[in-house]
Nanobody, 124 residues
């Protein structure tokens, strides 16, 4: 049984930083394109970042480029999202996802597995 478990969310002030983690069981993060999405209340789920399966390369949404970093630790079977210079617009529930594809997608459809999400609140 595959499980993706996110952690690390919380309340942070604007300009602050958080690191989210997603630990996988039942699959190897090295064998999937791993991604982070987020969803704010009343809005659609949107792409944040992905780590390509077959390349040591990443892709980030324009809105987080230069502020967020996605990384992974194959030995720990975990991916991370380092978030710096957080803005109120970054507040959302953040989801980890896995796609059995070389490059994955920026669209939520097609991802095989999802975590339960972790809440990020950005407020003073």
């Amino acid at each position: 049984q595959v499980q993706l478990v996110e952690s690390g969310g919380g309340l942070v002030q604007p300009g602050g930083a958080l690191t989210l983690s997603c630990t996988a069981s039942g699959l190897a993060v090295s064998s999937y394109t791993m991604a982070w999405f987020r969803q704010a209340p009343g809005q659609e789920r949107e792409f944040v970042a992905r780590f390509f399966r077959n390349a040591d390369a990443t892709d980030l949404a324009n809105s987080v480029e230069g502020r967020f970093t996605i990384s992974k630790d194959n030995a720990k079977n975990t991916i991370y999202l380092q978030m710096n210079s957080l803005k109120p617009d970054d507040a959302a529930t953040y989801y980890c996802a896995a796609q059995d594809s070389a490059f994955g997608s920026r669209w939520p459809t097609g991802y095989n597995y999802w975590g339960q999400g972790t809440q990020v609140t950005v407020s003073s």
